[in-house]
């Protein structure tokens, strides 16, 4: 990934100009739409202090998006992560985690509603329909996940902020299912987090978890697993493996991991066609690298096996994603490898 900056502690340390910053700009593929962003708007991703995330400039104009970048690199030096996040939209991947044995994982791509995007918490929804209790502390994250939620059919959100108020939220709104960060599941008592299971008799939680990019959230499925399905959905789908059907609603506690297992075999029946048309416009050179990329070899590897600078590796590796219209690493070359 294109680093144009040093990712020292140093306040100011490193920065470079704006032609470096054009260099690291990125067109992404996952627009959220309540962000009002447009097709052609492009992101960065910021590096500092061994910690990076994918940012949303809302321009085109690339100019004013390598001022915006070095503006955001120029304040997390100065203020920090946790001030900018407050501040700033992020690019994030939030992993639902449906079952451990197999490993049954869907996963979408939100951004943060925070500053210039935030949006105020829904109203209380209506008793007709099923009432989704999201917990999550990161207030950014927490209003993404309950517009996602508002979305679908049937279903309506209630934001609680963390583990203080869970019991009274609980006992005012009466959820038919809890949606946790796996970080709070212990603090809530949930026995069994990482598969739909109850957190009090006769009602289950899904917990997920939060990356900061798709390669993160691929290393982190746990190891050990039978079997593992890991499939992306739209933000407005997040919680089709137990609403895709009417019955789901209606389903016992004991009967919803079959029903979520179900959803998953019947993806298994109807295998994903991707346009192969797009592995075909890839240059020599990006299916050298692709190559490279596909045994596992890190970026100062591929720039000595084909004798060329690392930085052009990184430009290498932009175009990829360009041109398979995916933004990690791993999606790269699961696409390569279909060929």
């Known amino acids: 990934m294109v680093k144009p900056c040093s990712t020292g502690d140093q306040t100011g340390a490193g920065l470079t100009g704006e032609r470096d910053w054009r260099d690291g700009l990125l067109l992404r593929r996952y627009r959220f739409p309540p962000s009002g962003e447009k097709d052609q708007d492009l992101a960065i991703r910021i590096e500092f202090s061994n910690v990076g995330f994918y940012f949303p400039l ?21 203020q920090g992560w946790a001030a900018v996040n407050r501040r700033f939209s992020r690019e994030l991947i939030v992993a639902f ?12 791509t939100i951004h943060t509603l925070v500053g210039d995007r935030e949006i105020p918490d829904p109203p209380s929804p209506p008793s007709s329909v099923r009432r989704i209790l999201v917990v999550e502390r990161d207030p950014g994250v927490r209003r993404a996940l309950c517009w996602s939620i508002n979305q679908q059919s049937g279903l309506g959100s209630v934001p609680c902020a963390g583990v ?58 746990p190891g050990g697993a039978e079997g593992y399905l890991v499939k992306r959905v739209k933000p407005q789908c997040l919680l089709d493996p137990i609403t895709h059907s009417a019955s789901a609603g ?6 919803q991991l079959a029903h979520v297992r179900l959803y ?14 797009a592995l075909d416009k890839l240059t020599r050179r ?15 590897e591929i720039a000595q096996a084909l004798g060329i600078s690392v930085w052009t590796v990184h430009g290498h590796i932009k175009s990829i994603f360009e041109r398979l219209q995916v933004h990690t690493r791993t999606e790269a070359v699961v696409r390569f490898l279909e060929k």
């Open 58 to 78: 809302g321009t085109s104009d690339p100019n004013e998006a390598a001022a915006r970048a070095r503006d955001l690199h120029e304040l997390v030096a100065k």
């Open 97 to 108: 985690e449906w079952c451990l044995q197999p490993v049954l994982w869907t996963y979408t």
């Open 164 to 221: 203080e108020n869970f019991q009274s939220v609980m006992a005012s709104h009466k959820p038919s299912l809890v949606l946790l960060n796996h970080n709070l599941a212990g603090l809530l008592g949930l026995e069994n987090p990482g598969t739909i299971a109850p957190i009090q008799p006769e009602l289950p939680a899904l917990t997920y978890s939060v990356y900061a990019d798709g390669d993160q959230m691929f290393a982190a499925t």
């Open 250 to 255: 209606d389903l016992p506690i004991r009967n």
């Open 264 to 277: 998953f075999q019947k993806l298994l029946e109807t295998p994903a066609r991707h346009d192969k048309s």
């Open 286 to 300: 990006e299916r050298e690298v692709m190559v490279l990329l596909s045994k596992g070899s890190v970026d100062k």
